[in-house]
Antibody
Framework: EVQLVESGGGLVQPGGSLRLSCAAS????????FHWVRQAPGKGLEWVSY????????YYADSVKGRFTISRDSAKNSLYLQMNSLRAEDTAVYFC????????????WGQGTLVTVSS | QSALTQPASVSGSPGQSITISCTGT?????????VSWYQHHPGKAPKLMIY???KRPSGVSIRFSGSKSGNTASLTISGLQAEDEADYYC???????????FGSGTKVTVL
């Protein structure tokens, strides 16, 4: 069974940092690309970042570029999102999502982890 | 990049059909047949319902169908059931600069 389990969310002050993790199981981790998607309270989904099979190709939404870093560890079957210089507007539930073998869509998602940026 | 435009809410009675629209621009929905739809029950993991505009993943009910005309994609749910009550989001690939843009979301209520 495919499973994606996010962790690492919490309350952080503006300007602070947080590292999110996404543990993957039930499939061959190295065979898939991954994304982070977030949902601010009461808002819709927003694409955040992408990483390819090896980490050689990485993209970010303009709203997080220069502050967030996506990475992956094949030995641990895990995806990460390092979030620095956090702002109130980064408050959201963060989901990791697997890009399907068809590409350009997300076939499995985790349940998300809540990040709250507040003083 | 603005979110794709969806109606905030759509409702229908059990057994009825409803359609959710998703309007973008010539830079996203209009340029690529790469629109996908997701069902999201709050607190749960979103679920892929439609990909590449019209294709249904294995295990998704045939009651769900997708289409596209110009800059607007649509999701139709036929034979509405209580379990279909959820939030629905469209998503389009938007090229190498923007990458992906999601819709604003539609809350489906089964009356």
């Amino acid at each position: 069974e495919v499973q994606l389990v996010e962790s690492g969310g919490g309350l952080v002050q503006p300007g602070g940092s947080l590292r999110l993790s996404c543990a993957a199981s039930g499939f061959i981790f190295n065979s898939y690309k991954f994304h982070w998607v977030r949902q601010a309270p009461g808002k819709g989904l927003e694409w955040v970042s992408y990483i390819d099979f090896s980490g050689a190709e990485i993209y970010y939404a303009d709203s997080v570029k220069g502050r967030f870093t996506i990475s992956r560890d094949s030995a641990k079957n895990s995806l990460y999102l390092q979030m620095n210089s956090l702002r109130a507007e980064d408050t959201a539930v963060y989901f990791c999502a697997r890009e399907s073998a068809n590409y350009y869509d997300f076939d499995y998602w985790g349940q998300g982890t809540l990040v709250t940026v507040s003083s | 990049q603005s979110a794709l435009t969806q109606p905030a809410s759509v409702s229908g009675s059990p057994g009825q059909s409803i359609t959710i629209s998703c309007t973008g621009t010539s830079s996203d929905v209009g340029s690529y047949n790469l629109v996908s739809w997701y069902q999201h029950h709050p607190g749960k993991a979103p679920k892929l319902m439609i990909y590449e505009v019209t294709k249904r993943p294995s295990g998704v009910s045939i009651r769900f169908s997708g289409s596209k005309s110009g800059n607007t994609a649509s999701l139709t749910i036929s034979g509405l059931q209580a379990e279909d009550e959820a939030d629905y989001y469209c998503c389009s690939f938007a090229g190498s600069n923007i990458h992906y843009v999601f819709g604003s979301g539609t809350k489906v209520t089964v009356l």
